[in-house]
């Protein structure tokens, strides 16, 4: 079974900074995915970005990056140039690279507060 | 707006009634699942559809919980003999076959049992 840890459950940064999210996860898989996700207040959850295991690149998506660390298993979100819309619960989520589908397995999630 | 949906977004029961939740998905996206988010915790799995097949079920989803997809299109999530422990938010994804099995999230069924 996979296991998915956010050790920092709240954070704050002022607009406009850099600010990053912890997340590491327990697999013995060797081929997956790791998503970071975010849910705004009273709003639904959707998808920032993602990395798969068996790419070395980390991926980027406009503002936000990620250092994917294989050996390690960490993989932490930076957000850059901080905007009040990024004030959310971020969850980090894996999910094993299987044909047939499967599900996400989601750690408990970072309450990130953007300070204007 | 051709997101997933939920119906309904509140549901206020007491203890011991019934209730059903039933999620559309995205019209092109064959793989539906199902998870439950409590307070200030992240989302955990409950079930999983390919069409109208159930292909997986969590140990969370006991003999008071089904799922159904009868058609591989909507699906329905029925709580019977409702409990307090069941007061949670329920979550309903939806994706395609391929790629990167991207999953997108509908807004969820707050359920609150008195």
């Known amino acids: 079974a996979q296991t998915v840890t956010q050790s920092q459950p709240e954070m704050s940064v002022q607009e406009a900074e850099t600010v990053t999210l912890s997340c590491t996860y327990d697999t013995s898989e060797s081929n997956y995915y790791l998503f970071w996700y975010k849910q705004p207040p009273s709003r639904q959850m959707i998808l920032v970005i993602r990395?798969?295991?068996?790419?070395?690149q980390n991926a980027t998506e406009n503002r936000f990056s990620v250092n994917f660390q294989k050996a390690a298993k960490s993989f932490s979100l930076k957000i850059s140039d901080s905007q009040l819309g990024d004030t959310a619960m971020y969850f980090c989520a894996f999910m094993k690279h299987d044909i047939g589908g499967n599900m996400l397995t989601f750690g408990g999630g970072t309450r990130l507060m953007v300070k204007p | 707006d051709t997101g997933v949906s939920q119906d309904p977004r509140h549901k206020i029961t007491k203890r011991g009634q019934n209730v059903t939740f039933r999620c559309d998905p995205i019209?092109?996206?064959?793989?539906l699942y199902w998870y439950r988010q409590t307070l200030g915790q992240g989302p955990e799995f409950l079930t999983y559809f390919q069409n109208e097949a159930q292909l997986e079920k969590s140990r969370l989803l006991s003999d008071r919980f089904s799922a159904e997809r009868p058609k591989g299109s909507f699906s329905t999530l029925e709580i019977q003999r409702t409990e307090q422990g069941d007061s949670a938010m329920y979550l309903c994804?939806?994706?395609?076959?391929?790629?990167?099995?991207?999953?997108?999230f509908g807004p969820g069924t707050r359920l609150t049992v008195t």
């Open positions: 990395q798969e295991a068996y790419k070395q």
């Open positions: 019209s092109e996206h064959n793989r």
């Open positions: 994804a939806s994706s395609w076959t391929s790629g990167s099995q991207e999953q997108y």
